[in-house]
């Protein structure tokens, strides 16, 4: 096992197998569907950026004072040495290097699936990260090492606590009309396929847009819990949709 | 030439060919791209809404006052009698309706160009038309069958006059900015297509996001004049990218 791909990912004990992140389970779902052989090393918050300066892993975004911001998941391939942030340069990297395995960039397909991505981020996901962030809080490791650190760092950035990020009440209610709405644009887009069966995007085959996609609800899910009202309503929405893309990911659904 | 479809536009006397509007194009391009026979009949601002109610074309939009609201493009095809209204339907009725031309949404690609289609509506051209508005009724036909009327609903709709809605100067300049940082996006998402040569979004065949983009572009050409600095301009953006995308289309760029 010390020769395969390592994938590094962020722990909560409080979920099955640890993974809860949408961003490194797009990572994962990718080496799971490609069937690459790789081993999980699991850092907590306050590991990730001394772990991965000394990986030598780009930053992939800036933090509000200006310094470089290290995020998960990030993979370190021995066979090439070649250490890769971001879930979408994974997949991309992975395409690239695995030309042998299940294509998520299938040939004339990836500007497409940027701009579908870009698309589903503004509109299916720009309003519900209200909630998840702070529900994702308390599903974390408890103390400094992850909980602290993330309300800390998320209050610093929003400059609001996480409680009065997250809106309760009518307001709550209005924040999944917006989410709804935005989901139901999406499946407006599936519903383009006229030729299509199959529940992914492309029809058939499965692609990184639906890598995005179920990576996102399986969030939605194990931050909200299978038996919580939210999740449930989600399940109901334009004819079960997004519950049967999850069922058709279960065969990836795995940690290892 | 009675049997043929018939497409309905709106002219512009200033314009070469009369053809200006970006949606009307849209349907066009697609014809020709199919080459599919069909003649033009036009149809001044004020004929619009009375000739498509006797045509029975549906409405695409909802007035301010809550009545619908009839635009063109529309077509209506004497071999179904179909009358189809908006640019969108009409690229998926020429795809369904002749199958053995060129398909403009091939097989797994219509729900990856549906988000496309709305990521670029959102990014490339939510801030261009407050210039582009005004100079387009500069350049339509005088009088109150069309630049009066293009006016008066317009500013009741925006609550301003069009000189109010373009901007001047410096906020001019900005606009412009965001605009060109729109259009560097959405060529980001074209360099993802790593292994694919030729000039359109998915490689070397064109699709319908194409003539999506080549339809703006041909807009903002004719509309601000291929001399004025502004066009000028955008033909430098992204290594030359829009230029080139429209001589691609050049043998499409037909007014029959």
Known sequence: MSN???????????IKDRAWSPNTWKARFALNIKGIPYKTVWLEYTEIEPALLKLGAKATDTKPDGRPHYTLPVIHDPSTNAVVSDSYAIAEYLDAQYPDTIPLFPKGSAALQAGFVRALQDLALSNVWV?????????????????????RTREARFGKTL????????????????????????????????DGEGDFVIGKEVTFVDVFIVSFLLWFKLILGEDSEAWKSVLTWDEGRWGKMLEAFEKWQVVV
Request: charged letters at 30%.
């Open 4 to 14: 395969v791909i390592t994938l590094y990912d962020i722990p909560a004990a409080s």
């Open 131 to 151: 909630i998840l962030l702070p529900a994702t809080h308390d599903r974390l490791n408890p103390g400094e090492l992850s909980q602290d650190y993330f309300r």
């Open 163 to 194: 409680e009065e990020l997250c809106p309760e009440g009518k307001e709550r209610k209005e924040t999944w009309g917006l989410v709804r709405r935005g989901w139901s644009l999406v499946d407006g887009w599936f519903k383009k396929n006229r």
